[in-house]
């Protein structure tokens, strides 16, 4: 595709239930990361894949959080049991490779979740 | 893990005016870009520059990996540059972008 989409725009849902969120990343690319934004912050990282395995998750807050790249290109990022500061805007990225000079990285528009 | 700082965190400008936006870093870097964050949350490359300079239209940056600060340079600003502009680094150890915490930049007509 054009960009980088994720799906669904919005997603509210009550505590304790479960989620997906979902990334089609920008075609091509390898590379695909998961980041976080509260309100009046900047994105934090989550979770990044190389191909399909999770080359870095070491931004997960707990063990409720789990992404999943099964074929290298679409991920999904699955949240347990959530709870109301899981609330957040979940945004995915992707760049063509993680080699230096060719890691530019390429932001959807975002998952708002709401949890009540 | 890195630290990094933008700065002002707040501007109102005329439009027409200029401006430079300022991101320290507190560690090497890989990669740095430079994002707008449109109303509507859609963040938006503007550059990708992890040394040099580089121009597009009204918009330049220059990264000084050595000394780790990077600048954003807005001239002749219109209001559809508000918004918050962010400046993300990747350090030399991981692939992971690490975010300030961003410049929120009003343009007024």
């Known amino acids: 595709g054009a960009g980088v989409s994720q799906t669904p725009s919005n997603k509210v849902t009550e ?15 390898t590379a695909l990361y998961w980041y976080r934004q509260s309100l009046g912050q900047g994105p934090e990282f989550l979770i990044y894949f190389q191909g399909t395995g999770a ?10 959080f789990f992404a999943v790249r099964p074929e290298g290109s679409v991920s999904t990022l699955k949240i347990q049991r959530t ?23 390429f932001f959807g528009p975002g998952t708002r979740l709401t949890v009540l | 893990g890195i630290q ?9 400008l005329q439009e027409g005016a200029n401006s430079t936006l300022r991101c320290n870093f507190s560690d090497s870097v890989n990669n740095l ?4 964050q449109n109303p509507w949350g859609q963040l938006i490359n503007l550059f990708y ?23 954003l340079y807005i001239s002749s600003s219109q209001t559809t540059d508000s918004g918050v502009y962010f400046c993300a680094v ?20």
């Open chain 1, 15 to 29: 505590k304790g239930k479960y989620v997906e969120l979902r990334c089609d990343p920008i075609s091509g690319h």
């Open chain 1, 55 to 64: 080359a870095d998750d070491s931004g997960l807050p707990n063990d409720r």
């Open chain 1, 83 to 105: 709870e109301r500061g899981d609330s957040a805007v979940y945004l995915c990225a992707s760049s063509l490779t993680v080699a230096a000079g060719v890691d530019e990285q």
């Open chain 2, 4 to 12: 990094v700082e933008q700065s002002p965190p707040d501007l109102i």
């Open chain 2, 33 to 36: 870009q430079w994002f707008h």
């Open chain 2, 49 to 71: 520059i992890p040394s040099g300079t580089k121009q597009n239209g009204r918009l330049s940056a220059t990264t000084v990996a050595t000394e780790r600060y990077s600048l």
């Open chain 2, 90 to 109: 990747e350090m030399n150890t991981g692939n992971q972008f690490y975010f300030g915490t961003g410049t929120s930049l009003t343009v007024i007509p």
